[in-house]
T-cell receptor, first 115, second 114 residues
């Protein structure tokens, strides 16, 4: 399968714990995005990378959240000191940064439940 | 700032009937518009996209959408719905053709009755 993969698919944690999610994009894609989706809402943009550079971060990305893409391939999203409000589906997407090829391909998501 | 409105939270149609899902966007410049579908346990899948040119765009699975600048709309249509079309549908807007960040609507859940 050459699509976007995310691990784990589900994570249950207790409030105050740290969690880390991983995203592996489609191999030739240089852009990688993180979104968060809560129940009954569309995905909301969190941040994106072009190669290893983090180009934009949403105001939603508080200082408890950090994302990295150290070698321009896979990315990790870490949430420190989780809160119940962090419970959501975290989606990763990737794309090729070329004119009219901006289609983003999404992974299946990581569902986080904070107890 | 960009925003997307999908006025219908739920829509129920009979199998074989036609479908139209509404999407209105707010963006000052030329919008780049997308429709995605999300089935339970599945990632978002792109149905179609509009960058420029012909305002009627064809997508996968028999879907089409029409861009109407005067109405700031990008409604999704299908002439005959199949039971497998039951899913959640999201309209999204991007501010560039290169793939920047998507702003999504809240989604419309489609139910298909037999």
């Amino acid at each position: 399968d050459t699509g976007v993969s995310q691990n784990p698919r589900h994570k249950i944690t207790k409030r105050g714990q740290n969690v880390t999610f991983r995203c592996d994009p489609i191999s030739e894609h240089n852009r990688l995005y993180w979104y968060r989706q809560t129940l009954g809402q569309g995905p909301e943009f969190l941040t994106y990378f072009q190669n290893e550079a983090q180009l934009e971060k949403s105001r939603l990305l508080s200082d408890r959240f950090s994302a990295e893409r150290p070698k321009g391939s896979f990315s990790t999203l870490e949430i420190q000191r989780t809160e119940q409000g962090d419970s959501a589906m975290y989606l990763c997407a990737s794309s090729v940064n070329r004119l009219r090829l901006g289609e983003q391909f999404f992974g299946p998501g990581t569902r986080l439940t904070v107890l | 700032a960009q925003s997307v409105t999908q006025p219908d939270i739920h829509i129920t149609v009979s199998e074989g009937a036609s479908l139209e899902l509404r999407c209105n966007y707010s963006y000052g410049a030329t919008p780049y518009l997308f429709w995605y579908v999300q089935s339970p346990g599945q990632g978002l899948q792109l149905l179609l996209k509009y960058f420029s040119g012909d305002t009627l765009v064809q997508g996968i699975k028999g879907f089409e959408a029409e861009f109407k600048r005067s109405q700031s709309s990008f409604n999704l249509r299908k002439p005959s719905v199949h039971w497998s079309d039951a899913a959640e549908y999201f309209c999204a807007v991007d501010r560039t053709e290169y793939g920047n960040k998507l702003v999504f609507g809240a989604g419309t859940i489609l139910r298909v009755k037999s």
